[in-house]
């Protein structure tokens, strides 16, 4: 029975759109003490929500206690051909959180009716305590590279996860093998240095952090290297060799509109109707217009400061 609930599953996660389904057995996290020395360093910055729920990554069964297996899914959103500027591509179409939990929960109701019985669930869209990459990993999805992204051989590493806490015994899947080598091009690419040779990204120095998260006035020595970004960075992915694979395969919720997205100009010209309107139902409206505006005046001041240094030389 439980294979045919792995087919099941898997059928069903593709035609949902997700390009990658995987399961893992539940039990204690192999990486809560890497992730709690990152947090001692401070790298977390100001998201103090990750230190308040840190214990509850220690096991996912902490949320679940019923629960013995989780399912794990990837949908690829597209890469970004202009790295570092503008609006992070994850974020140009519909809010992913959203799209997957919706698709999840349909995804839940397919192994319930294949199951033949009641099946308790959970999901988990990148807001719940748990240590969702380990978990990637760990149901085969993908393996973890330098920039702290899963990446998969045929779909790259622009993906989004989500998860469904089970509370049957399902096949586990076989781990992908670490496909970085020798390459640390995602390491070079960051502009602001926020990637450590420890393989610990540092969000203080990340411009999506700063662009996204960071309440407040960001500090004047970290303005010059956010360049034109405004909501969110890419460098880091876009440069990953094996982002060359699975454009084909991005989920369509997630692409960018017809219209595009506005640029720095015409988000300063935003009212709060012009803000709703536009970016309703898409990850920048969890920031705020206020926040985007600040990153605006940032881009353009950086676009002032180059446009004068190259009238010099």
């Known amino acids: 029975m439980s294979s045919q609930l792995h087919a099941v599953v898997c059928e069903h996660a593709g035609r949902l759109g997700f390009c990658r389904t995987g399961f893992a057995a539940l039990g204690a996290s192999r990486t809560y003490e890497r992730f709690g020395d990152w947090l001692a360093c401070g790298h977390a910055a100001g998201m103090a929500y990750l230190r308040r729920h840190a214990a509850l990554r220690a096991d996912p069964r902490a949320l679940a206690p019923w629960a013995k297996s989780v399912i794990v899914v990837a949908a690829r959103y597209p890469s970004n051909p202009v790295p570092g500027s503008g609006i992070s591509t994850y974020a140009r179409g519909a809010d992913y959180h959203d799209v997957l939990r919706a698709k999840l929960g349909r995804l839940a109701g397919a192994l319930r009716e294949c199951a033949g019985r009641p099946v308790r669930t959970r999901i ?3 807001s719940a305590p748990l240590l969702e990459r380990e978990w990637a990993v760990r149901a085969g999805i993908g393996w973890r590279g330098r920039q702290n992204s899963i990446v998969n051989r045929e779909f790259g590493c622009c993906l989004v996860l989500g998860e469904i806490l089970v509370d049957l015994a399902l096949p586990p899947a076989r781990e992908i093998p670490d496909g970085c080598g020798n390459c640390r091009r995602c390491v070079d690419a960051c502009p602001t240095g926020a990637l450590g040779e420890d393989g610990f990204v540092d969000a203080r120095r990340c411009r999506s952090y700063l662009t996204v998260e960071h309440q407040g006035a960001i500090p004047r020595e970290l303005q010059p290297p956010l360049g034109a970004a405004l909501f969110g960075c ?22 960018e509109p017809p219209a595009g997205t506005p640029d720095a100009h015409a988000i300063l010209a935003f009212s709060e109707a ?16 206020a926040r985007l505006k600040r990153n605006a005046r940032i881009a353009l001041g950086n676009s002032v400061a180059r446009d004068a240094d190259a009238a010099e030389t």
Not at 274 to 289: K, M, N, S, W
Request: hydrophobic share 35%; charged share 25%.
């Open 124 to 126: 988990c869209v990148d």
């Open 234 to 255: 890419d460098c880091c992915t876009a440069v990953c060799p094996w982002n060359a694979n699975g454009e084909e395969a991005v989920m369509p919720e997630l692409r």
């Open 274 to 289: 012009d803000f709703e309107r536009r970016f309703a139902g898409t990850a920048v409206c969890r920031t705020g217009l």
